[in-house]
């Protein structure tokens, strides 16, 4: 069914089977306090600096040339009254999502206004988007992840401690953003999230 807010977008159906997510092994998160988009900012390409952000943090963290890594997914995330809303990009399902801005704003403005339609629980865009409304441990438990690494402006280098691909990163976009998990281990913050996330994939995709 041909969309009619995006001629040239089909309709964006929902499933329900979160079984490929297992998947994944390499999780990122970007943690805003708000997530402000409209209609009007994405047909214009007037986004706000929160769109933006989360725009350069899906092309660098999933998109190769003429491909996707596979084994990794970007998750877009704000508080939704006493659970998070969750918009994560899954490079093993990912379909007809193009690495431009438009592209992965459009997908990201369909997916908040599917996000409107259920209060708790999670959801599939035909597309491959998964759309979570839950607090952040069942999150992780839907996403099969065990391994929490947050980055933090105060971090402290731990010697003993060796970062593993296996898990999920989040960064925090603002300090005054409440702790969302209490079991977590810290890494650097670098100045935006989508440098985070390029300088990791660097550094596990170097690894033997």
């Given amino acids: ?10 309709e964006c159906e929902i499933q329900l089977d979160m079984s490929k997510t297992t998947d994944i092994s390499r999780h990122f998160m970007v943690f805003f306090d708000n997530f402000p988009i409209s209609k009007s900012t994405v047909r214009t390409g007037n986004n706000s600096s929160e769109v933006v952000t989360a725009c350069r943090s899906i092309n660098v963290g999933l998109f ?3 491909n996707l890594r596979r084994n990794t997914s970007v998750s877009i995330a704000y508080p939704c009254e006493e659970n998070i ?9 990912l379909r007809r999502v193009s690495p431009d801005e438009r592209s992965i704003s459009f997908f990201l403005l369909k997916a ?27 999150v992780l438990n839907l996403m099969a992840i065990e391994n929490v690494h947050i980055a933090e402006q105060k971090y402290e280098p731990n010697p003993n401690y060796r970062v593993s691909d296996k898990g999920i990163f989040v960064y925090l976009m603002s300090e005054d953003l409440k702790r969302i998990t209490d079991n977590f281990s810290s890494i650097p913050h670098p100045p935006t999230p989508e440098r985070l996330i390029l300088d990791l994939n660097m550094y596990f995709d170097s690894m033997p």
């Fill in 64 to 66: 190769l040339s003429g």
């Fill in 1 to 10: 069914m041909e969309c009619q807010e995006f001629p040239d977008c089909q």
């Fill in 85 to 93: 809303a969750c918009i994560t990009f899954p490079g093993n399902t």
């Fill in 112 to 138: 908040q206004k599917s996000l409107g339609d259920f209060k708790d629980g999670y959801r599939i865009m035909d597309n491959g988007i998964i759309l979570m409304h839950s607090p952040f441990d069942v």
